[in-house]
């Protein structure tokens, strides 16, 4: 039944989100590509490019945040190696993991909310295409309008977002390295 959400975000994660993760693999950097899903199996599989700490993307990310470890695209995204949990072969997932897995949550939910009103616009107006760029641009509004709103609400435009401090108070300690 879970894999109904991937119909709701077929859009971005056909032209967008698995695209870049495998371009990653190609000409970013990327050490492995492989479909993972959270340790307990209940969660939908995600394509993920693990990164080298060495790739040029992660040195652009951590140029703007030193401890930059991971982004979600939708259903998968990049993480790099010393970040990876499961990716190393480990029975669970580091802090980062978790954090991101979260943000596949929240992404499933948009996906789904912009999708019926992407088909309420259709059925409304007639605008097939309208409604398929609604739906599509889930992605971008999401993170668009958390940032926007941390913005206005005198915070930070990344750390002080919903959708970041929810990943944050939701994500497992790593016990990895107590």
């Given amino acids: 039944m879970r894999y109904i959400l991937y119909l709701f975000s077929a859009a971005w994660n056909l032209s967008v989100c698995w ?6 693999r190609v000409i970013g950097g990327g050490i492995n590509l492989k479909w993972q899903r959270p340790p307990d199996g209940d969660d939908l599989p ?3 490019c693990i990164l080298s700490q060495r790739s040029w993307i992660t040195r652009i990310f951590r140029y703007f945040r030193k401890f930059w ?7 998968g995204g990049l993480i790099v190696e010393d970040a990876a949990g499961l990716s190393k072969g480990r029975d669970r997932w ?4 978790g954090h991101e897995a979260i943000h596949v949550e929240q992404w499933e939910v948009i996906a789904m909310v912009l999708f019926v009103a992407g ?9 097939a295409w309208g409604g398929v760029a609604l739906w599509w641009s889930a992605w971008p509004l ?4 958390g940032t926007l709103a941390a913005i ?4 930070h435009g990344y750390k002080d977002a919903a959708h970041e401090e929810a990943a944050r108070a939701g994500a497992v300690p790593d016990h990895d390295h107590d």
């Avoid at 695209?19 to 990653?24: F, R, W, Y």
């Avoid at 580091?94 to 993991?97: I, K, L, M, S, W």
């Avoid at 999401?142 to 309008?145: A, Q, W, Y």
């Fill in 19 to 24: 695209p870049l993760v495998m371009a990653a």
């Fill in 46 to 48: 995600g394509l993920w």
């Fill in 69 to 75: 470890g991971a982004i979600t695209l939708g259903h």
């Fill in 94 to 97: 580091t802090r980062t993991e």
């Fill in 119 to 127: 088909l309420w616009l259709f059925l409304r107006t007639g605008d």
């Fill in 142 to 145: 999401f993170v668009g309008c």
């Fill in 152 to 155: 206005l609400r005198g915070g």
